[in-house]
């Protein structure tokens, strides 16, 4: 008998990940614990010249976490109370954390239905006398339209604020995230393209002043000896972490490459199962380089949620990001937002949907997502309708 249950495809599989590259990881560890060196040292500092020289920036800091990376770079910039800030509602709640956490307002302006980015008009119908900065967020891989965003910015005279937690390695007409701003910010959390062991993050820069006050703010302030020349906060980098990092950071482009060829792989598969008409591929965008932190594809009609039910039923990985828009949370109801005051990015966050695509990912393993898509659409017209990838097409992942 023939069982045509289809096999589970996990969401994210950092297994596989972890078995390519293991002795390499294991080694930098043993390092670490050999040397006893755990905060900060040699191993932080020889990241954070690979980040800098991977970004092109002058200057790379190694913190806690991106959301660390997000409150130092406000912090450095002097940004607090009465000030306001410009940023994306579709991003992870981080992003306006952390213009509250510091005093200051976050203003949130429309998003691009195509990139899901921070669309430039919508920022400068925001702008006022109160505005310190602009927090652009490459949502998903793929960098804002910077040009446009950095020429208001000079024109009134404020910083940018990249979040670029999810896009490192992305590009905007040649050069690099973290490099197209002010300051830039990444997170190593372990599910990005670049993630660690646990929580990790990093600042760019290229003004060597904030460089050297970031630094300071993330060991509370101290200019050494115990001389506290402002109040910063406790946000260092481990350097187990900068450990595996370094490892990683060596494959992360023959990584990147693995994710853009399952994103093309998806739009042959979508191609094929005829769904173009209700599914919407995320699009690259003129001069970017995409690296698909997420596949994130737009279910048209009001289907999205029976999608995603019907994957899971399957067990077929996928998920939301992000199911409630960050000027509709409850914590930022005093902003006196309500529905229907940012209607592209309540139209996105209804419709998107991300599919698996970490680099391990198989081509059986994808044509199973997108076969049980078409189903759960009526969109299979016969359970025998022709595969694209035969069971033995395994894509052989060489790190």
Same mark, same amino acid.
């Given at each position: ?39 900060? &040292? ?31 770079? +406000? ?16 991003? $992870?709640? @981080?992003? &306006? ?28 119908? !925001? ?12 949502? $998903? ?25 999810? @896009?490192?390695? @992305? ?15 990444? =997170?190593?959390?372990?599910? !990005? ?54 490892? !990683?950071? !060596? ?44 596949? =994130? ?56 949907? @991300? ?5 391990? +990912? ?14 759960? +659409? ?6 025998? $309708? ?14």
């Amino acid at each position: 008998m023939t069982n045509n249950t289809p096999t589970p495809v996990p969401f994210i599989n950092l297994v596989d990940q972890y078995q390519r590259i293991k002795t390499e990881v294991q080694d930098a560890v043993l390092n670490v614990f050999e040397n006893q060196s755990f905060v900060l &040292g040699d191993e932080v500092a020889e990241f954070e010249c690979d980040i800098a020289e991977y970004c092109d920036s002058r200057n790379a800091i190694g913190v806690a976490s991106g959301t660390d990376a997000l409150l130092l770079a +406000l912090m450095a910039l002097e940004i607090g109370p009465g000030d306001e800030v410009i940023t994306s509602p579709f991003t $992870f709640f @981080a992003t &306006g954390s952390s213009i509250a956490r510091v005093g200051a307002t976050p203003v949130f302006a429309d998003i691009d239905p195509v990139s899901f980015n921070l669309c430039p008009e919508s920022i400068e119908e !925001k702008i006022t006398e109160r505005t310190k900065a602009i927090m652009p967020v490459h949502i $998903f891989g793929q960098c804002a339209d910077m040009e446009p965003i950095w020429r208001n910015a000079v024109r009134n005279g404020i910083p940018v604020i990249e979040d670029a937690a999810q @896009a490192i390695g @992305a590009e905007y007409r040649g050069r690099r995230a973290g490099v197209l701003g002010t300051v830039g910010c990444f =997170s190593f959390f372990p599910t !990005k393209n670049l993630g660690g062991a646990g929580d990790g993050g990093l600042v760019t820069t290229d003004d060597p002043d904030l460089a050297t006050r970031i630094r300071r703010l993330r060991v509370h302030g101290d200019l050494g000896g115990y001389q506290h020349a402002e109040v910063g906060i406790n946000s260092r980098l481990d350097a187990l972490q900068a450990a595996v990092l370094r490892v !990683k950071l !060596k494959h992360l482009d023959q990584w990147t490459s693995e994710r853009q060829e399952n994103a093309r792989r998806y739009n042959s598969l979508l191609r094929h199962y005829q769904l173009l008409d209700c599914i919407e591929p995320p699009a690259v965008l003129p001069d970017r380089r995409h690296v698909y932190n997420q596949y =994130s594809l737009r279910v048209k009609g009001g289907q999205r949620d029976k999608v995603l039910n019907d994957l899971r039923e399957k067990q077929i990985g996928c998920a939301i990001y992000y199911p409630r828009p960050l000027h509709l949370q409850q914590c930022f109801q005093y902003l006196g937002y309500q529905e229907g005051d940012l209607p592209v990015t309540e139209l996105i966050t209804s419709e998107c949907l @991300a599919l698996p695509i970490f680099s391990e +990912l198989t081509a059986t393993q994808q044509e199973t997502v997108i076969r049980g898509i078409a189903e759960s +659409l009526g969109r299979l017209s016969s359970p025998h $309708f022709p595969t694209l990838y035969s069971e033995t097409s395994q894509v052989r992942k060489v790190a």
